[in-house]
């Protein structure tokens, strides 16, 4: 009986002690991470989009960006908005500054105008839109305030934008030798040998953050097409020579020459074999087979692709 008391009285200071705790303030490490995070002081910042000065501190820039900007990037701007766990690929994180369209070299931040033409012009196959319902001066202001969102802004410096010389007239050499250089760079590896983006390693590929990437399909490309960085022959020759930052895609400023970069943009411009172009066209008055040399062992045979010619 002794020992059943005991048994009742360990138990009655258990239930006392577990309620003790019950109303006990919860820590705030423990509390859940929603709703609205308080407004953080941030740093003024400017941007310079030609004649156009955009300021952080406007009146519309915070609006603007909790209302189009925070539901996928986040209140910080960490790529954590709410909507982000259903977005693919992800939302860029802000704080880290590391942007994948820029005419800026590798590692470097990139000019107010780049930012700015990707507000204006979207990422093709993400959920990043064209925000073309935004007049200048708001486009201009959002880069201000996205500058704030990191601390590279306020120690570094823009890079400066790279070169783009003169495009060489489209021939069937030039294309020719884009072909051997997609197979000497071994660029069939990721994005497969007639361009598809289903090469060995694509369902290997991964971002910086760990997320799976799938390389650009290029044969997809009709008449409306766009590569994630732009759509004109200027822009795929940016993307070689700057890369895509936050992504498996180097640069290739230090591997290749200005009138290489040149030949492999005129190659993979025929790998979009269903969007009407110059390139094309000199393939299909060239009997639609790209002549060159023989392959090397370890990588697969070029396409022989055609024009589309319709």
Request: hydrophobic share 30%.
């Amino acid at each position: 009986m002794k020992n059943a008391n005991h048994y009742k009285f360990g138990i009655g200071l258990g239930c006392l002690a577990l309620g003790a705790l019950s109303i006990l303030p919860v820590s705030a490490q423990d509390a859940p991470d929603v709703g609205p995070h308080p407004p953080v002081p941030r740093p003024k910042m400017e941007s310079h989009i030609g004649h156009v000065t955009g300021h952080s501190d406007s009146s519309r820039a915070p609006y603007d960006y909790r209302r189009y900007c925070a539901g996928c990037h986040g209140d910080l701007g960490d790529g954590n908005g709410e909507n982000a766990m259903w977005i693919d690929p992800k939302p860029r994180d802000f704080t880290a500054a590391v942007f994948k369209c820029r005419s800026t070299p590798t590692g470097t931040l990139p000019a107010d105008q780049d930012l700015f033409n990707t507000i204006g012009r979207g990422l093709t196959n993400s959920n990043m839109p064209i925000w073309n319902t935004f007049d200048p001066q708001q486009k201009a202001d959002l880069v201000a305030y996205i500058k704030t969102l990191s601390p590279r802004w306020q120690s570094e410096k823009a890079g400066e934008p790279i070169k783009v010389p003169a495009e060489p007239a489209v021939t069937i050499e030039s294309i020719s030798h884009g072909a051997e250089l997609f197979q000497k760079m071994e660029c069939w590896k990721c994005h497969g040998p007639q361009g598809k983006g289903d090469g060995p390693s694509a369902a290997t590929l991964t971002d910086s953050k760990d997320n799976p990437i799938r390389p650009y399909n290029f044969a997809s490309g009709a008449d409306d097409s766009r590569f994630k960085c732009g759509s004109t022959n200027q822009d795929l020759y940016r993307i070689f020579m700057t890369g895509v930052d936050g992504t498996p895609m180097p640069s290739f400023a230090d591997v290749i020459q200005p009138k290489d970069a040149w030949d492999l943009v005129h190659y993979l411009r025929t790998l979009q074999t269903h969007r009407h172009s110059k390139e094309n066209d000199v393939l299909k008055a060239s009997g639609g087979k790209i002549p060159s040399k023989a392959p090397e062992s370890n990588s697969p045979a070029p396409s022989e692709n055609k024009g589309s010619g319709n």
